[in-house]
């Protein structure tokens, strides 16, 4: 089978309940470094994992937030007992405050890692390798016309301070801007871009400055041509 075809099982594979012949081809498809199913499995496992983290956290906040009642009486309380309870009072407020942050970074991170997901795993999408054979930049460009264009990078060295990356999607010889983006210290950047993006000639990327602009102000660090889905 082909990764096409393995898509829509990463997640079950990751679980744990995939199923044959699946199970097996999604196994050989790793053995053998197969870099679009590595891939899969390994967003697979974020989201997993994330879903998993997030439920969990929820858990936790929940508990967090049934003392908001003894919050307030405390509270209530120390208008009258000024000092005594104070320092217990910020202790919790700030444990409050520091979980619910933490459930919004979790938050985020989590409908990042379903986006990236989702244009993975589309019906519709095309995968399209860039940097091939380069000791440098190289990644994978995944355009699904119907939910938007997943970039992952490697080997992008942090942009210069000022400096951001920008995307473009190419379409017959016009650039569109489609985001900005970092890369990580380590060199890998995760990019998205959702909306539909019927007919793209090419996926490109420049470093501009960070604010943005219309049009590429530099030479493409790359620039991918985009397959038209053949089934
Ligand atoms: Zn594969």
């Known amino acids: 089978m082909n990764c096409n075809e393995l898509r829509e099982h990463y997640e079950l594979y990751v679980i744990g309940v995939a199923e044959e012949p699946e199970r097996s081809e999604i196994r050989a498809h790793l053995n053998r470094g197969c870099q679009v199913c590595t891939l899969g499995i390994q967003l697979?496992?974020?989201v997993v994992a994330l879903r998993g983290g997030t439920a969990a956290r929820a858990g936790v906040a929940q508990r967090r937030?049934?003392?908001?009642?003894?919050?307030?009486?405390?509270l209530a309380m120390a208008i009258f007992a000024a000092v005594y309870f104070s320092g217990r009072e910020r202790d919790l407020a700030n444990e409050l405050a520091r979980v619910r942050e933490q459930n919004r970074q979790q938050?985020?991170?989590?409908t990042r890692v379903n986006q990236a997901f989702a244009i993975l795993t589309g019906a519709d999408t095309t995968v399209t390798t860039f940097g091939e054979g380069q000791p440098k930049l190289k990644g994978k460009v995944f355009v699904s016309p119907s939910q938007g264009v997943l970039l992952i990078a490697g080997n992008l060295q942090p942009a210069p301070s000022g400096k951001a990356y920008e995307m473009w999607i190419v379409k017959d010889g016009k650039a569109k801007a489609a985001g900005m983006f970092q890369s990580a210290p380590d060199g890998s950047a995760m990019h998205i871009q959702r909306g539909?993006?019927?007919?793209?000639?090419a996926v490109a990327v420049t470093l501009e400055n960070e604010a943005g602009a219309d049009q590429p102000t530099s030479t493409p660090l790359f620039a991918a041509p985009i397959r038209a889905l053949v089934q």
């Open 44 to 46: 697979a496992r974020d």
């Open 65 to 74: 937030f049934g003392w908001a009642p003894f919050l307030a009486a405390a």
């Open 107 to 110: 938050n985020i991170e989590l």
């Open 196 to 201: 539909t993006v019927a007919n793209t000639d």
